[in-house]
Nanobody, 119 residues
Framework: EVQLVESGGGLVQPGGSLRLSCAAS????????MTWVRQAPGKGPEWVSA????????YYADSVKGRFTISRDNAKNTVYLQMNSLKPEDTAVYYC????????????WGQGTQVTVSS
């Protein structure tokens, strides 16, 4: 059974930090690109960051560049999102996504973890 389980969300004050984790199972994690997407209340999904299967290519939305860092540990089947200097506008449910393009495209989603930035 394919599973992506996010953790690490919570309530944090502006300027604070959180580290999200997304643990994968049921598929060949090291063959998949990983993405973080967030959705704020009343808004559509927003792409946040991505990392390729080998971990050598990293991508960030302008809104988080310089504050968030994506990484992965293929030995642990886990992708991380280190979030620093958090702002109230970072409040959202954060989802991880695994995807592999090819003759057949595979996409898997986690259930999400809530991040709330508030004083």
């Amino acid at each position: 059974e394919v599973q992506l389980v996010e953790s690490g969300g919570g309530l944090v004050q502006p300027g604070g930090s959180l580290r999200l984790s997304c643990a994968a199972s049921g598929f060949t994690f090291g063959s998949y690109d990983m993405t973080w997407v967030r959705q704020a209340p009343g808004k559509g999904p927003e792409w946040v960051s991505a990392i390729n299967s080998g971990g050598g290519s990293l991508y960030y939305a302008d809104s988080v560049k310089g504050r968030f860092t994506i990484s992965r540990d293929n030995a642990k089947n886990t992708v991380y999102l280190q979030m620093n200097s958090l702002k109230p506008e970072d409040t959202a449910v954060y989802y991880c996504n695994a995807n592999r393009q090819g003759p057949v495209t595979y996409i898997y989603w986690g259930q999400g973890t809530q991040v709330t930035v508030s004083s």
